[in-house]
T-cell receptor, first 114, second 110 residues
Framework: GAVVSQHPSWVICKSGTSVKIECRSL??????MFWYRQFPKQSLMLMAT?????????EQGVEKDKFLINHASLTLSTLTVTSAHPEDSSFYIC??????????FGPGTRLTVL | KQEVTQIPAALSVPEGENLVLNCSFT??????LQWFRQDPGKGLTSLLL?????REQTSGRLNASLDKSSGRSTLYIAASQPGDSATYLC?????????FGTGTSLTVIP
């Protein structure tokens, strides 16, 4: 099956620093990638939809200047959390779709901001 | 806006029991419905995908059904095992957007 990877799997950073998370589709091209965030004991929440070569579409309440998304190629999307604060600590998951059908999810990145 | 609800929020059963997890959604205009498994601290594992034109899908001990008209899906797990302990999420897909339920936390007691 299709494989999506994320890097890093776990990152700890100091408050005020920026963190970049990579999402790669390893064996297929993904015109669309999605970024989700999950706080403890809550469901996944869609943050943004990323289309290759165009600007990401952010969900209501998600700050686009804080969560920078770049989808530079058909196999790579990056999420940069700028000036991270402790309240940004969360589990970030990306997914990619080769078609408008099934989504394939990455293993997630756990971000801890001290 | 699509709202997805899962009942129960938590479930604890002895090993070997058959069980049913419920998922309901408010907008029947879905493209497909997907069931996922999430282990603590890890990403999602897709279990079953049901297209809007289908009624059910089966994979091993898992069977998922879909009734679009009533806005319901169920995940049936047969002969539960301790390894089935996890959080189970359903997600309704409208086009390319997924709406997730809050999940059912399942514990299978040996």
């Amino acid at each position: 099956g299709a494989v999506v990877s994320q890097h890093p799997s776990w990152v700890i950073c100091k408050s005020g620093t920026s963190v970049k998370i990579e999402c790669r589709s390893l064996d297929f091209q993904a015109t669309t990638m999605f970024w989700y965030r999950q706080f403890p004991k809550q469901s996944l929440m869609l943050m943004a939809t990323s289309n290759e070569g165009s600007k990401a579409t952010y969900e209501q309440g998600v700050e686009k200047d804080k969560f920078l998304i770049n989808h530079a190629s058909l196999t790579l999307s990056t999420l940069t959390v700028t000036s991270a604060h402790p309240e940004d600590s969360s589990f970030y998951i990306c997914s990619a779709t080769p078609e408008a059908d099934e989504q394939f999810f990455g293993p997630g990145t756990r971000l801890t901001v001290l | 806006k699509q709202e997805v609800t899962q009942i129960p929020a938590a479930l604890s059963v002895p090993e070997g029991e058959n069980l049913v997890l419920n998922c309901s959604f408010t907008d029947s205009a879905i493209y497909n419905l997907q069931w996922f498994r999430q282990d603590p601290g890890k990403g999602l594992t897709s279990l079953l995908l049901i297209q809007s034109s289908q009624r059910e899908q089966t994979s091993g001990r898992l069977n998922a059904s879909l009734d679009k008209s009533s806005g319901r899906s169920t995940l049936y797990i047969a002969a539960s095992q301790p390894g089935d302990s996890a959080t189970y999420l359903c997600a309704a897909c409208t086009g390319n957007q997924f709406y997730f339920g809050t999940g059912t936390s399942l514990t299978v007691i040996p």
